[in-house]
């Protein structure tokens, strides 16, 4: 019977051993390179080198060894086209029916310290020519890039005697997937710029979700393959698996109390909206002005912390019914009680927010822009009264808080608890009586307001003087902005424009 030939060269050696003894089982001709050439021989198979094949030894520190055309001529051959069959004969070229190759690891080190010309090192070229030539012959050749699917060709050449062309067609698509991301990942390293001519994504799945925003809606989770971040690198301490929901929640709450960090925060979400954000001195105190920001609907909700949750918040948290828990650390005695819940999720933080950009798909397009990461530098008063410094605190920390809630977004503060927050409102009065009635209803001291962007009327500082707010900071930028200061002026509110608004929609 005439072997069949299958050329293996991996970075991943696991499980490689088991898959080549099978092929040689089934006579297969093994082809290997470098180590991938030792490993299977120390395993006792027998492999032939590359160089036997073309007849020239790997050269240039290994950069060029399968680069020729015995080996992509044996792959790339239509079996059926005549001429292909005679010029591979009149050259000497044996045809290569199976690939099994994985790629150096670039994703790995894309995103570490080393200097640019070690990453260059682990660009494959060899490793997705192959890949590539056999993927597009798929008619006649397996192309295997995922450890995991040594398992599928197995079983397939065990009952058929060979692959069908189903499988041989989808791991072609595998392999066009994987390639498509590795060159993404190059590309952003090399390129270098904030809005390339073509938008690359290198992402890699962690796992498919039970489901979307709804069940009736599939989902998956990935992870960048070239960038570091908080929602990549997490560690799940307890509780169940995560949802859609629950991640972009995460998301969204740690971005909150990464904007304090040089105070101890605390953020509640619940359906991707703070509900309750507070800043303190202990880790039960922070976490207790949070709860109490909004005790209702926090029920359900999602709690985030920048620091260390002690035994004495644990027991202020299983107090609630949380979704998640999630800080940069734990207490042993926190930990152990809060697992005692067995369905909540207890998520530890390792790194801090990274994102750069900003990505919102849209029926056949992709809106990309820069992640909303700065706070005015030339805030001003435009009012004859002026803020105390209290006051001025107070109205930072909302503005802080307001940009994370959707437009419109008004946040009330008494300077250390996000007591009023309402947002996604069609017009800012409605969402300015919201927030200042949700914050009358649990503060009866000294109050400031916030806003997400400009007041379009007076009719908003009328309001807040006749709810007692004290002190105001919004944007500008409206036509009509004298109306508001001269009505702020008449009620002695004092009022602080940022010229920077902050619209999230």
């Known amino acids: 019977m005439l072997k069949k030939r299958a050329l293996i060269s991996v970075s991943d050696k696991s499980g490689l051993i088991d898959f080549a003894k099978f092929l040689e089982v089934n006579n297969y001709e093994l082809i290997s390179t470098g180590g991938t050439f030792k490993h299977l021989k120390d395993a006792g198979l027998s492999p032939i080198q590359i160089d036997e094949v073309t007849n020239l030894p790997e050269m240039l520190d290994g950069r060029v060894k399968t680069l020729h055309p015995k080996v992509h001529g044996g792959l790339l051959a239509v079996r059926d086209n005549e001429e292909h069959m005679s010029t591979v004969a009149e050259h000497n070229i044996s045809l290569i029916d199976m690939v099994v190759v994985n790629l150096y690891p670039f994703f790995a080190h894309a995103n570490t310290d080393i200097s640019l010309e070690e990453k260059v090192e682990f660009i494959d070229i060899g490793g997705p020519s192959m890949l590539r030539s056999g993927a ?20 397939e050449m065990e009952q058929n005697g060979d692959t069908s062309l189903e499988t041989r067609k989808k791991l072609a698509g595998k392999v066009f997937n994987m390639t498509s991301a590795y060159d993404a990942a190059i590309s952003q390293m090399l390129l270098d710029e904030e809005y390339p001519q073509y938008l690359n994504a290198s992402y890699q799945k962690v796992s498919d979700l039970r489901y979307g925003e709804n069940p009736h809606q599939s989902a998956a989770y990935y992870v960048s393959t070239t960038e570091n971040g908080a929602m990549k690198d997490f560690e799940i301490l307890g509780g169940k698996e995560l949802s859609f929901n629950n991640l972009r929640d995460m998301d969204l709450c740690w971005k909150v109390v990464n904007e304090f960090q040089n105070e101890m925060a605390c953020c509640a979400v619940k359906h991707s909206t703070p509900c309750g954000v507070a800043i303190g001195n202990t880790a039960v105190e922070t976490y207790t002005k949070t709860f109490e920001c909004d005790p209702v609907s926090i029920f359900g909700g999602i709690i985030g912390m920048n620091f260390t949750v002690d035994l ?45 950009q900003t990505w919102v798909k849209i029926d056949g397009g992709m809106l990309v822009q820069a992640t909303d990461s700065q706070f005015s530098e030339d805030i001003k008063t435009v009012t004859t009264s002026q803020p105390t410094s209290e ?39 409605w969402a300015t009586q919201h927030a200042v009635e949700r914050a009358k209803e649990k503060f009866g001291g000294d109050l400031v307001l916030a806003s997400d962007a ?15 707010i004290k002190a105001i900071i919004q944007p500008g930028g409206s036509m009509r902005d004298e109306e508001s200061i001269q009505a702020s002026d008449e009620y002695g509110i004092p009022m602080m424009l940022t010229g920077m608004r902050h619209f999230l929609h």
Do not use: H, W
């Open 136 to 155: 597009k012959n798929f008619q006649s050749v397996a192309v295997i890039t995922n450890v995991e699917d040594y398992a599928l060709v197995q079983s």
């Open 454 to 468: 400009f007041f379009p009327f007076r009719d908003v500082v009328d309001f807040c003087a006749k709810e007692g």
């Open 391 to 429: 006051q001025e605190k107070a109205l930072l920390f909302a503005q802080r808080v307001v940009k994370y809630v959707k437009s419109n977004a008004i946040v009330v503060s008494n300077g250390f608890q996000a007591l009023g927050i309402g947002g996604g409102q069609v017009n800012r009065i």
């Open 312 to 356: 004495a918040t644990a027991e202020e948290l299983n107090k609630t019914f949380l979704e998640i828990v999630m800080a940069p650390n734990f207490d042993d005695d926190a930990l152990e009680l809060l697992k005692k819940k067995k369905n909540l999720r207890i998520i530890k933080i390792k790194n801090p927010v990274s994102d750069t």
